[in-house]
């Protein structure tokens, strides 16, 4: 690896994903690569906080503008320290799977990234409001994504949500599945984002109202939208990826969608077991840009329904088959 970078100092990009890579590579990394801008050390659990040390002492690398440290649990507070001195630069970071990330470890980061407009942070179950409102002061973000797959985000509130719909006005993804303690206030913010086109708020248990619906509907121009599998009590309304919605009724909520939202491209509503033939038609009618439409595991979709939409999109998947799971 040292006869590699020694020789390519020139390097523009580098991915050294799941390999054994070490502090002294790093090291040489530091000294070598002037000119790197991206760089993935994806699941490289060989190194320590130390080797990032070197990055923020040497002389090359920065100049990064994309950085991925996913699955790499192994960095502390002061890892994340010496990454954000070095790399004031970065543009997008990408710091999925990373089940001890705190919110000190993002404060350190926004202390010195204040260009960063992409933030991905898949599976990290105790970043908190902090974190988040960290974020809000200091950078104005493009994509945020946040996701935790086995357990659930209860310490993210709608005020976090609300300060960076406030300080990044661009945003145009978001993600923020399985924050449990969401409220129909955060549709209220999002509905505020005239760039946002792909909105990802499944898991987070929403207890939707007409009035914010409608809200975020009249304002966004959303091209994907991605439903909660797991929604047992989602009725007739394939526009927002909401898993509860006790407060509309069938007939109410297509009439939602299709009175303001015409601009979905990707749609997602499989394992929503109570949509009915009426989802087809409605979209049939009222999406025309519609191209990707997944409707698997609900059984109240009718095959002859269903296949109404075949012809009109590239991407179709349907089956009223019981979901592989437990309902809640």
Known sequence: MKMILEGCSSLLQLNLAFTHITNATIRVLSSCC????????????????????????????????????????????????????????????????????????????????????AIFLLDSPYLSDVAFKA?????????????????????????????????????????MSD???????????????TKLCNLNISGCRLDVLPNSLTRLWRWLMVEKLTFISRATALVDIPAVSMPIARSLKTYTAVKYLTRVGHFPKELDVSG??????????????????????????????????????QHCVQHWKHSDDDAPYSQD
């Open 272 to 309: 929503c077991p109570l949509l009915t033939d009426r989802t087809p038609s409605f979209l049939l009618c009222s999406c025309p840009q519609l191209w990707f439409i997944s409707m698997l595991y609900c059984k109240n979709i009718s095959k002859q329904a269903a296949l109404k939409l």
């Open 135 to 175: 974020m809000a002061e200091v950078i104005s973000l493009t994509k945020i994504q946040i996701e935790v797959l086995y357990l659930c985000n209860n310490r993210m509130m709608d005020s976090s949500l609300k300060a960076l719909c406030r300080s990044s006005l661009k945003l145009s993804e978001v993600q």
């Open 179 to 193: 924050c449990t303690r969401l409220t129909d206030a955060s549709l209220k913010s999002l509905g505020s984002l």
């Open 34 to 117: 002037l000119t790197l801008r991206s760089r993935s050390l994806t699941y490289c659990t060989s190194f320590s906080d130390k080797g990032l040390q070197y990055r923020s002492t040497g002389k090359g690398c920065h100049r990064l503008t994309y950085l991925d440290l996913s699955g790499c649990s192994q960095i502390s507070v002061d890892g994340f320290t010496y990454v954000a001195e070095a790399c004031s630069s970065l543009q997008q970071i990408v710091l999925d799977d990373l089940p001890t990330m705190t919110d000190t470890c993002v404060q350190v980061l926004m202390s010195k990234c204040r260009v960063l407009t």
